[in-house]
């Protein structure tokens, strides 16, 4: 019997294992990724709300500042209303006052507006806020514990590759080099096991000389379809 054979199936089993965990470690590290980048967008939304908030609250600073200064400007004109003498002074100054009346109705319209905007603003502040404090525990939470997760499958994938070096030792040198080479394939399959005639990773089938030869194990065949070593 073929002795090369067996270990080209317990080290198939070997790497299977290795991708298996590896896959594993990858899904971790995307779920880091992952939380880490939904803590950036909140830090950023949080970020741009404050700016948002602030250039309301500058807006409406100025809103009350040109305010106070029309009410001012009234003030003094209804002030100078009794010292005026002709008609036609009379008439251009109400015109005046209409108009300052005007502007300060439309101005006290803009702090209004401006103070529900910065209200509204300051209540969805509060809110991502909160959230984004949520996202931060949740964060560090899960991201300390896929972490530690991650320690313990680096370990089980250097266990499992030491007994895969150790046992590939054992394998014949016109064997090794072709079956490591089947391993680095993209599916990372070296050794497939016959389903009858079948070959059960390409689904051919196989020549029935090449089936008696398998079934013999006096030597390591291949797959003439996909190039895979085969066994029963």
């Given at each position: 019997m073929n002795n090369d054979i067996s270990i080209m199936i317990e080290l198939q089993h070997y790497w299977s294992s290795i991708i298996k965990i590896e896959a594993e470690k990858s899904r971790c590290e995307k779920s880091i990724i992952?939380?880490?980048?939904?803590?950036?967008n909140d830090r950023a939304l949080v970020s741009k709300k404050e700016t948002l908030l602030k250039s309301l609250q500058i807006k409406l600073k100025?809103?009350?500042?040109?305010?106070?200064?029309?009410?001012?400007?009234?003030?003094?004109?209804?002030?100078?209303?009794?010292?005026?003498?002709?008609?036609?002074?009379v008439e251009a100054h109400e015109t005046e006052i209409i108009r300052l009346e005007n502007e300060k109705e439309k101005?006290?319209?803009?702090?209004?507006d401006f103070m529900e905007k910065s209200e509204a603003s300051e209540s969805e502040l509060e809110s991502l806020k909160e959230?984004?404090?949520?996202?931060?525990?949740?964060?560090?939470?899960?991201?300390?514990?896929?972490?530690?997760?991650?320690?313990?499958?680096?370990?089980?994938?250097?266990?499992?590759?030491?007994?895969?070096d150790l046992l590939g030792e054992s394998l014949s040198p016109q064997i090794k080099s072709r079956f490591l080479k089947l391993l680095h394939s993209k599916d990372g399959i070296a050794?497939?096991?016959?389903?009858?005639?079948?070959?059960?990773?390409?689904?051919?089938?196989v020549p029935s000389s090449l089936v008696t030869a398998?079934?013999?194990?006096?030597?390591?065949?291949?797959?003439?379809?996909c190039?895979?070593?085969i066994y029963f």
């Amino acid at each position: 019997m073929n002795n090369d054979i067996s270990i080209m199936i317990e080290l198939q089993h070997y790497w299977s294992s290795i991708i298996k965990i590896e896959a594993e470690k990858s899904r971790c590290e995307k779920s880091i990724i992952t939380w880490e980048t939904h803590l950036k967008n909140d830090r950023a939304l949080v970020s741009k709300k404050e700016t948002l908030l602030k250039s309301l609250q500058i807006k409406l600073k100025d809103s009350e500042g040109a305010l106070a200064d029309i009410e001012s400007r009234l003030k003094k004109a209804e002030q100078r209303k009794d010292l005026l003498k002709s008609g036609r002074e009379v008439e251009a100054h109400e015109t005046e006052i209409i108009r300052l009346e005007n502007e300060k109705e439309k101005i006290e319209q803009e702090v209004l507006d401006f103070m529900e905007k910065s209200e509204a603003s300051e209540s969805e502040l509060e809110s991502l806020k909160e959230k984004l404090e949520d996202t931060v525990l949740q964060t560090d939470s899960d991201t300390k514990s896929l972490n530690n997760k991650i320690v313990l499958l680096n370990k089980e994938i250097a266990e499992v590759k030491n007994k895969f070096d150790l046992l590939g030792e054992s394998l014949s040198p016109q064997i090794k080099s072709r079956f490591l080479k089947l391993l680095h394939s993209k599916d990372g399959i070296a050794i497939a096991q016959l389903n009858g005639e079948i070959c059960s990773h390409c689904n051919f089938q196989v020549p029935s000389s090449l089936v008696t030869a398998v079934s013999k194990r006096e030597s390591a065949e291949i797959c003439t379809n996909c190039g895979r070593f085969i066994y029963f």
